[in-house]
């Protein structure tokens, strides 16, 4: 017996779902998810009132996690070049684990082909953070067109990490003078 | 009657797991293939080893249309830039039809998770052979570093048509700043 208090199913239903559909797509069975969390479908289904739920429900538990390690803190004192930059830098290191396939919020919008699944929609608000963050950041570095610099950096931002993720380039070298180039070209400080 | 000689079932399989695969993702069925080709299980599997192969297939056969379309001929007498920005419009273009949902090459790899698929290695190779020419283009044009041109232009490509493919981004006014701001970077002519 160890000291740690056991998770709860629901917890372990979002564990696994949050895992294998990463790791397998979003076509993974309700049975190999009631098989991974030690939980039966009767109570998967008193938990969750779909799949579609699940797999949404679970996003949305590691999103403010994601979301907290990736951007820097408000008060970090870095110039918002820096503060950018510091995003990129978490996006390359989190390429680097072993079962590193891509950002989730990305995939599973890809994946689902739909953007008014549950899933979807939470993915999209991730995302969406992440945007305002580059937005506010280039408005305050006075770039030229803020709104055009943030949409370019999302553009950099899934690029890499989709290209990284299905092992076609390892950004070695690649994300820095990028990003670099476009924070350049719009005269941020 | 027509004047058109009937697309043979192995056409109608190649087809049918082209649009179906790339509507509903690599996850379609066996059953709903057969349906919409009009063909027997039975002869799928006389025609292709497997349900894999025939994907693979499908994705080889659009290959060479995709590729010329997307390039400039060999001797338009464009610039390297001019060259380079021609596939740019192109992917812009594709993604103003109702039903795109992204470059297939690159939602096919990010769906099967999976290098070694047949289907992933086809789709790898159709891209790299883009990498190649945006490669060459850099090349011709001057640019300082044509490797990390070409990476980067991946980048765009790739980040841009998956955007636009689940719809957060409708690319407007967004892939020729962006693309000309890499290339003067880079001091292309």
Not at 1 to 23: D, H, V
Not at 98 to 105: H, S, V
Not at 108 to 134: D, N, Y
Not at 173 to 185: E, M, Q, R
């Amino acid at each position: 017996m160890t000291m740690e208090a056991k998770a709860s199913p629901e917890e372990r239903l979002l564990e696994a779902a949050a895992e294998l559909s990463y790791r397998h797509g979003i076509g993974v069975g309700i049975q190999a998810l009631c098989q991974a969390a030690g939980v039966s479908k009767r109570s998967l289904y008193q938990l969750f009132e779909s799949k579609d739920e699940l797999l949404a429900a679970s996003l949305e538990r590691g999103a403010p996690a994601y979301t907290a390690w990736l951007l820097p803190s408000p008060d970090d004192g870095g110039s918002p070049r820096e503060r950018i930059l510091h995003v990129f830098e978490r996006m390359e290191t989190a390429t680097l684990a072993p079962e590193f396939q891509g950002c989730r919020y990305l995939t599973v919008q890809i994946e689902l082909k739909s953007p008014t699944h549950p899933a979807s929609r939470v993915a999209r608000g991730v995302k969406q953070a992440l945007a305002e963050f580059f937005r506010a950041e280039a408005e305050q570095g006075g770039a030229s067109d803020p709104d055009l610099l943030s949409r370019q950096l999302m553009l950099i931002f899934d690029g890499a990490s989709a290209r990284a993720g299905i092992g076609v380039d390892d950004l070695t070298g690649l994300i820095s003078p990028t990003v670099s180039a476009l924070l350049d070209a719009e005269g941020m400080r």
